[in-house]
């Protein structure tokens, strides 16, 4: 017995370590995404152009990790009831934050109703794009920096980091934004999240406003402080 509880704890071990390792942007990943037909990997430029050329449709785009836990419970709970409604109006974009994980997200997004036939990721070498490239503050400059390079009008994004990365983009391409406050450390802006808004009523949604979040957690700390000259806001 304790001969087969040794075994079955090394075999999880094994097990967590693959699964570590295929969520890491790594060159087997990415051949892997650039074989398979149905993976469709797009450069800022590209994301953008995707984006802005669509003026028919509200863009809903969500950049998501098969490895994060935040994303899968979003995907389940805030954009698989929406992308039910299947709306003529709404275009949904999930797109993988990079090539980790890749191999897997055609089952989650199938699993929860969400594949269209196309699975895309993002993947840009260029360093402000690169997490790999970014250091320490990967998660922080990267998601600021696609946005402000896609969204060019309004203040500039400071507060976008991690994952899940939203854009809410009306179908004359302005991106809606919220003032995220916290107690000591100051504010940011970011991109606002869909579970922030009335989705059955996007066609009335003010872009050009900016929502306000409180929140507990100082996680702006050293990031730009947001002020009345550097981000003027209409408060909700």
């Known amino acids: 017995m304790c001969w087969v509880a040794v075994v079955s704890v090394a075999f999880v ?8 390792q295929v969520a890491i942007p790594n060159r087997w990943n990415r051949r892997f995404a650039e074989k ?20 028919t449709h509200f863009k809903i785009v969500m950049l998501y990790s098969t490895g994060c836990g935040p994303c899968g419970e979003h995907l389940r709970r805030t954009y698989a ?14 797109i993988s934050e990079s090539t980790g994980g890749i ?16 699975v895309l990721c993002f993947l840009d070498d260029r360093p402000q794009f690169d997490n790999q ?15 402000n390079h896609i969204f060019t009008k309004g203040p500039k994004v400071t507060g976008n980091f991690g994952i899940p990365c939203e854009f809410i983009v009306s179908k004359d391409n ?26 059955d009523r996007i066609q009335e949604i003010d872009f050009d406003s900016i929502y306000r979040l409180e929140v507990e957690d100082d996680y702006f700390e050293g990031l730009p402080v947001c002020n009345g000259d550097f981000c003027p806001i209409n408060k909700h």
């Open 13 to 20: 071990a094994l097990q967590s370590c693959i699964q570590v």
């Open 36 to 55: 398979q037909d149905y993976i469709e990997c797009l450069t800022a430029d590209q994301l953008k152009e995707m984006i802005l050329t669509d003026t």
């Open 81 to 94: 009831p929406a992308y039910a409604q299947h709306r003529d109006d709404v275009k949904f974009y999930f």
């Open 103 to 118: 191999k897997y997200c055609r089952d989650e997004l199938e699993r929860l109703g969400l594949f269209d036939g196309k």
């Open 133 to 147: 490239k970014q250091g320490k503050n990967a998660n922080l400059q990267v998601f600021n920096n696609l946005a």
């Open 174 to 199: 302005r991106v809606l934004k919220c003032l995220v406050a916290t107690p000591h450390s100051g504010s940011a802006i970011k991109t606002a999240q869909l579970w922030q808004v009335d989705f």
